[in-house]
């Protein structure tokens, strides 16, 4: 997605669906897939024996035992078939489950744990294992369908159709694990892993209302307050359209205290009514979803936390890669850039009729700056790699960004130069460090 689309596009401003605390929980356990997947093929197996009954029923009915008889001598050679693929899926399942454990484990230790998320939502790994499940199940089943009976006359079912069932997953499942395997090698690069991070990013900025930034001296006092009576965690996500719904309906402002990200506790306020009555606590269920962990959805600095977090790694003793650090700090920049110019600080709601109902802070443009370098500029003192690409796009944004928000660049550059000039005692290698280069050293 270009940058023109999420600050010009037709989705900017489109508001964003309530977030499903059941979709959610699904994307992120692995049993509901390879559950769904061995009901809907046992399903499957019982259609396909009921046809290969059907087959020989119409077939002793036509006296055609010499065709019922061919098709035996096919049934136990592809029995042998059945019997070595219903062995060989479990060694398949093994292999996927270790290749899976392995990438989980690097990217945790090697990325950031916030990444791991991807590896667990990834819609091709859950594919795989429903599809590799589902034959091993389904081979089970073909099996105790053969019968010992080579009587064409009395003999009631040939797995002919479930056998070749039993091949068309078997195909399946080849294709599935390369396309996994193909899969899970992109994302143990850092490369693909960051694109996702901003892709992520990008999506979430195109969703937000086009607006001015909030005055709640324009919304009115405050009448009333609404607090978190729900289980402690992180705020996920606000049901914004029953939320406006509900203003609307009340002649209110409902305006959002903390932001999306924030973890809340029982008791704390979530909610401030502006401008007249509080509404009922009926009207405002299922408003606000909290979580274990935060997610992409409504979350505009959840992106570049886990940008900075994959460069903080990258930056520790126990790591030393400098360059994944640049590479993290050019999708920080290209994120910046995005967004240099577009209403921050809090996202208006409006109903029908264009009235401001629902306040939504969101982090502001100095936020967002802090986050993206303020914990990298602090460990990047020592990797003239890293200083020379963080000067470069602090001195890009500066560029972009309109003049008033220019200060908190020329902050982190002078901060930077300060901690550069105290940790590094040759005037050669001070201004080596703090010679801006876009590919760090390139």
Known sequence: ??????????????????????????????????????????VVWAVASEIDAALVRALQDEHEYDTIEELLKFANDARTVVTTVSSAMMTFIGVVFSISLVAVQMASGQFSPRVVRIFVRSRITKATFAVFLATFVLTLLVLTAYGSEDDPRRVT????????????????????????????????????????????????????????????????PVTGWIAHDGRAGVLRDVNIARL????????????????IGDFVVPGTPVLAVHGGRTPPRRALRYTVSVGVER??????????????????RALSPAVNDPTTAVQALDR?????????????????????????????????????????????????????????????????????????????????????AQAVERHTPAPADRAFALRPDRQGIG
């Open 1 to 42: 997605m270009s940058d023109w689309m999420v600050t010009h596009g037709p989705a900017a401003g489109r508001r964003p669906r309530a977030l499903s605390p059941l979709r959610e929980h699904l994307r992120d356990t692995f049993w509901f897939a390879p559950a769904a997947a061995m009901l809907c093929v046992v």
């Open 157 to 220: 079912s040939v797995p002919l159709v479930q056998s070749g069932v039993t091949v068309a997953m078997v195909g399946l499942s080849l294709l599935l694990f390369v396309m996994y395997v193909n899969s899970t090698l992109g994302l143990m690069r850092i490369s693909h892993v960051i694109d996702r991070i901003v892709g992520e990013s990008f999506r979430v900025a195109a969703t937000m209302p086009v607006g001015t930034s909030a005055d709640e001296g324009a919304l009115g």
């Open 244 to 259: 406006v719904r509900t203003a609307r309906q009340h002649e209110v402002v409902l305006r959002l205290i903390p932001r």
């Open 295 to 312: 997610t992409f959805h409504q979350d505009l600095g959840f992106g570049l936390r886990q940008l900075s977090d994959i460069a903080l």
């Open 332 to 416: 920080i920049v290209q994120f910046l850039a995005a967004v240099s110019r577009r209403p921050l600080d809090a996202s208006l709601h409006r109903d029908r009729r264009g009235k401001v109902r629902l306040v939504q802070p969101v982090p502001g443009w100095t936020d967002l700056v802090d986050l993206g370098f303020t914990e990298i500029r602090g460990c990047a003192v020592g990797s003239p790699q890293v200083t020379r690409r963080l000067l470069a796009g602090l001195d890009d944004l500066a560029l972009l960004a309109p003049e008033e928000r220019r200060a908190p660049l020329l902050r982190h550059r002078a901060l930077l």
